[in-house]
């Protein structure tokens, strides 16, 4: 495959490019090892965030600088700080799996990989002139946006006009996953009036539920809701709960 | 704010996050002659204001950005799109067909273009403003030790 793409072409740049994508690829591929070999989550999450700018930059020697810009954005920086704040609520190590129990996904891993791998050769070749995404509707859009709309830029014609339904759609659904998080944790979150009913017990207003490890606030927090609502309440208390001390940093 | 460990953060935050603002403008109403769009920039937009808020607190982050211009944005996006959809579908076109808009085709399609992108900027920046809003007045504030 490398050597017919080489070939067909036989200009320096082109070689450059391609040592240039290897070399991202196998960025990417050390990455990824070192995100499933990692416990600590915070440094799972910055390696995710490495990996989307790495990508980023692949994206970019491909010519696609529309989808560079975007992982850059949403990849590196927006997912990473939601990534951080879902980590915050939850623990801060994950708890190694036994070998007994990986044998399955590594059999799906594998499988799924095999038929990637076999898929390979059906792919056109790297800048093939008769790729489907090369040919058909591509080619139209490229003739005809500089008469119709007269925009520099064809993504942006393709985007927001010939295509204009599916990007009505994208905005539908942003706009639907925003009215999720609202209904569900409010814009405020819960902070500073967290209620809930949980076996019957109401939960006081100024905590709410983290996976946190601070054992001492948790404990206290418990020893008092038992006290209050008898001996069953101390099995409906949330895993530990962490008060809130509101305020800025 | 003498032992202010953050504070060389705080200094550099400040000078950047007006300049990743203005980039964001500039990602707007540059998309139609480089790269970038609606999207992009809704997401730089926001990450500017993620970033204010956690060099500064998310209590001052509310007072830049009040959580009030989140409901409002993310519904005047959408309805921005959908009313542009509509007006064409009133000027004789069809559902999205901007060449209506205005008195020449090209001149419909730059309007229609504009129109909708910034229904798309509105809507991604509420959202993910809104959803960082969300996830970050859940947890309790975190020590300096946790980290």
Request: negative net charge.
């Amino acid at each position: 495959m490398i050597a017919n793409i080489i070939g067909a072409v036989p200009t320096s740049p082109l070689i450059s490019t391609l040592l240039l994508d290897i070399g991202l690829l196998t960025l990417l591929v050390m990455v990824a090892f070192a995100i499933v070999r990692m416990r600590s989550l915070f440094a799972i999450v910055m390696l995710q965030g490495v990996y989307s700018l790495v990508a980023a930059a692949w994206f970019v020697t491909l010519d696609a600088v529309d989808v560079a810009f975007t992982e850059a954005a949403v990849g590196a920086g927006v997912s990473t700080v939601l990534m951080l704040a879902a980590m915050l609520l939850a623990d801060r190590e994950s708890t190694p799996v036994p070998m007994s129990r990986q044998w399955g996904p590594l059999a799906v891993v594998l499988i799924a990989g095999m038929a990637m791998l076999y898929a390979v050769p059906d792919l056109p070749s790297y800048g093939d002139a008769n790729s489907p995404a090369n040919s058909y509707v591509g080619t139209d859009y490229l003739a005809r946006t500089a008469v119709e709309i007269d925009v520099p830029n064809v993504v942006t014609a393709v985007l927001a006009s010939y295509r204009g339904y599916d990007t009505f759609g994208e905005v539908v659904v942003i706009f639907a996953a925003g009215l999720g998080v609202l209904l569900l944790l409010g814009l405020d979150g819960n902070a500073g009036r967290f209620r809930a009913q949980v076996m019957g017990r109401k939960l006081s207003d100024t905590s709410a539920p983290t996976g946190s490890t601070d054992k001492t606030a948790s404990t206290s927090q418990r020893r008092k809701s038992s006290g209050g609502g008898g001996g069953k309440s101390s099995l409906g208390a949330p895993p530990s709960i962490t008060r809130y001390e509101g305020g800025a940093s | 704010m003498n032992h202010d460990p953050h504070v060389l953060l705080r200094v550099i935050a400040k000078f950047l996050i007006p300049l990743i603002a203005l980039f964001a403008f500039y990602v707007q109403f540059h998309g139609d002659f480089g790269p970038g769009g609606g999207f992009q920039a809704g997401v730089i937009l926001a990450a500017s204001i993620i970033l204010y808020s956690l060099i500064f607190g998310l209590e001052n982050a509310k007072q830049a950005f009040p959580p009030i211009l989140i409901r409002i944005g993310m519904s005047l996006g959408v309805l921005l799109y959908g009313g542009t959809g509509v007006v064409a579908w009133m000027q004789g076109g069809e559902f999205l067909n901007y060449s209506v808009l205005a008195h020449d085709a090209i001149h419909g399609q730059h309007w229609g273009i504009l129109a909708v992108e910034l229904g798309v900027f509105c809507t991604v920046t509420s959202v993910m403003i809104a959803i960082f809003y969300a996830f970050g007045s859940r947890q309790p504030q975190t020590s300096e030790e946790d980290w």
